[in-house]
């Protein structure tokens, strides 16, 4: 089946920091892979759909500029929280899709910003 | 903008129950998937139903979704304290759109 890795899977940083979250699929290529956030106890929200050699489609009221993503290869899409606050404080996974597969998700990252 | 509804959003029963959780729409599904997230990690996929009507199982879990291609239902029989989780249900539209539903959180105790 397929597999896809995301790390960190924890990070600490500093208010004003940027931390670079990514996600590898590990056994197949994918050409989309989604980015999603998910505040504690709540379902998952879709930021954004990473897109390799375009750029990143974002959902309403994600900002880009906040939240960069860049797809250069067929099996890695990152995620890069730039000058990170507390309220950016939050668990970030990563999905793609492989075919009659589904979507698989990723570990999940644990952002924490202090 | 489509929508998927689950529910209960929050289920805690004893070990050895049965429990069905649901997962609703208005709009119609090329196909719908449920996950199961244990805290601090990804969803993990539990099935995908294509066909109206379809019912899959996969051990104690029964999956059907529904004739008309808008709702589906998960039923636990004789749960487990290892099922304990969120349950969340996705479904597919035919431009490939893809949408989470809340989630119904179960907790089984012994």
């Known amino acids: 089946g397929a597999v896809v890795s995301q790390h960190p899977s924890r990070v600490i940083c500093k208010s004003g920091t940027s931390v670079k979250i990514e996600c590898r699929s590990l056994d197949f290529q994918a050409t989309t892979m989604f980015w999603y956030r998910q505040f504690p106890k709540q379902s998952l929200m879709l930021m954004a759909t990473s897109n390799e050699g375009s750029k990143a489609t974002y959902e309403q009221g994600v900002e880009k500029d906040k939240f960069l993503i860049n797809h250069a290869s067929l099996t890695l899409s990152t995620l890069t929280v730039t000058s990170a606050h507390p309220e950016d404080s939050s668990f970030y996974i990563c999905?793609?899709?492989?075919?009659?597969?589904?979507?698989?998700f990723g570990s999940g990252t644990r952002l924490t910003v202090v | 903008t489509q929508l998927l509804e689950q529910s209960p959003q929050f289920l805690s029963i004893q070990e050895g129950e049965n429990l069905t959780v649901y997962c609703n729409s208005s709009?119609?599904?090329?196909?719908l998937q449920w996950y199961r997230q244990e805290p601090g990690e990804g969803p993990v996929l539990l099935v995908t139903v294509v066909t109206g009507g379809e019912v899959k199982k996969l051990k104690r879990l029964t999956f059907q979704f529904g004739d008309a291609r808008k709702d589906s239902s998960l039923h636990i029989t004789a749960a487990q304290p290892g099922d304990t989780g969120l349950y969340l249900c996705a479904g597919v539209d035919y431009g490939q759109n893809f949408v989470f539903g809340p989630g119904t959180r179960l907790s089984v105790l012994p």
């Open positions: 709009s119609v599904f090329s196909s």
């Open positions: 999905s793609a899709a492989q075919g009659s597969y589904g979507y698989t």
